[in-house]
């Protein structure tokens, strides 16, 4: 191998936690924000990298609310989904799987059918450009079940598009529980299930996810290794995490990158991802994530290979979808080998 930095930037992988919401790049928010005359309290990217000082969750979610008033038209969602896609298949992502969550959009007025359709046509272009996706619908976690059951009932009509649902917003004070008819009724229509648990909420709200709404994934999940038992619980049923190292440090879930319990977590066995979160935000896509744990943890490239090859198991490819991206990923470390 003559250079690791190469050898991870290529190597195939999945990104299973992000939005596209939190994929808007300063220039693109500008411009979009002229376009669709929205005032914002910025005039330069500068000051908008500026303002991308997160004190902690809320903060971060005050400004994610912000930035996403200028997403309005067909066109501001392809082109946000587009540029996300292109980046990431950039940086040897092979397939994503995608959140959006229409809740904050349709409040501002916006069409379903524009938000649907601008980025579903971003991931058709994608897929003949050579990224696969999926789409995941999230609902925000403050809001009533009743919300959360309406959006269920709005995008009914485009469920064949849909591959699962996911739910974020702030965790304190709104445990799974809040929430258990919303995830089985989304389990009845046949989606998959995952939900943000165990960010800045406690350990126990990973087990009400997975024992009450039985989700599929647990986005984030940090909180899981201050309870033993959970942590057997998550390996023998190889329930995957999707970790987002930057994130939790831009929004202090971690003081340092060094202290994250990633390498912990795979040491334990559990079924562990890396993932970029809000890229544009946190002006971090998934390979200065993997760059980035790397160094703070001492990573191996064989613990890089391993994450890329969990970020497949992990996704909700088909069983033969995933095997074609593991041979692909064995393929890729025999031909560097070679070199
Ligand atoms: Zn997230």
Redesign the pocket.
């Known amino acids: 191998m003559h250079n690791a930095e190469a050898f991870i930037r290529g190597l195939p992988k999945a990104e299973l936690?992000?939005?596209i919401e939190?994929a808007i790049e300063p220039e693109l928010l500008l411009k979009l924000a002229r376009r669709n005359a929205i005032s914002l309290p910025w005039t330069s990217p500068a000051e908008i990298r500026a303002a991308y000082q997160f004190t902690d969750l809320r903060s971060f979610l005050v400004l994610f609310y912000e930035g996403l008033k200028v997403l309005r038209l067909e066109e501001d969602f392809y082109e946000v989904t587009s540029a996300y896609l292109r980046r990431a298949q950039s940086e040897g992502v092979r397939h994503a799987e995608m959140?959006i969550g229409p809740q904050g959009f349709l409040e501002q007025g916006v069409r379903l059918d524009d938000l649907m359709n601008g980025v579903l046509r971003a991931m058709r272009d994608g897929e003949v450009a050579g990224i696969t996706s999926k789409l995941l619908i999230?609902t925000h976690r403050h809001r009533t079940e009743a919300a959360a059951l309406d959006m269920l009932e709005q995008i009914d009509p485009w469920l064949e598009h849909i591959t699962g649902i996911?739910m974020?917003g702030p965790e304190l004070g709104n445990p799974p529980t809040k929430f258990a008819a919303y995830f089985k009724a989304c389990r009845a229509k046949g989606l998959r299930l995952s939900i943000?648990s165990g960010?800045e909420g406690p350990a126990s709200y990973i087990r009400e996810s997975i024992e009450v709404l039985g989700v599929d994934r647990i986005?984030?999940g940090n909180a899981c290794m201050d309870d033993p038992s959970l942590v057997d619980e998550l390996r023998s049923r190889a329930i995957p995490l999707?970790i987002?190292p930057v994130?939790n440090l831009m929004t202090h879930v971690v003081a340092t990158l060094e202290q994250h319990s990633l390498k912990a977590m795979m040491d334990a066995g559990l079924l562990v991802t890396v993932?970029s979160?809000?890229p544009a935000f946190f002006s971090s896509y998934i390979h200065d994530n993997f760059m980035r744990i790397k160094a703070a943890l001492n990573l191996s490239v064989d613990d890089i290979i391993t994450l890329a090859r969990n970020s497949f198991i992990a996704s909700y490819l088909s069983e033969r979808e995933i095997a074609e991206a593991l041979a692909q990923i064995d393929d890729y470390v025999a031909a560097d080998r070679l070199n």
């Open positions: 936690h992000m939005h939190g959140f999230s996911g974020g943000h960010e986005d984030h999707t987002c994130s993932n979160d809000d």
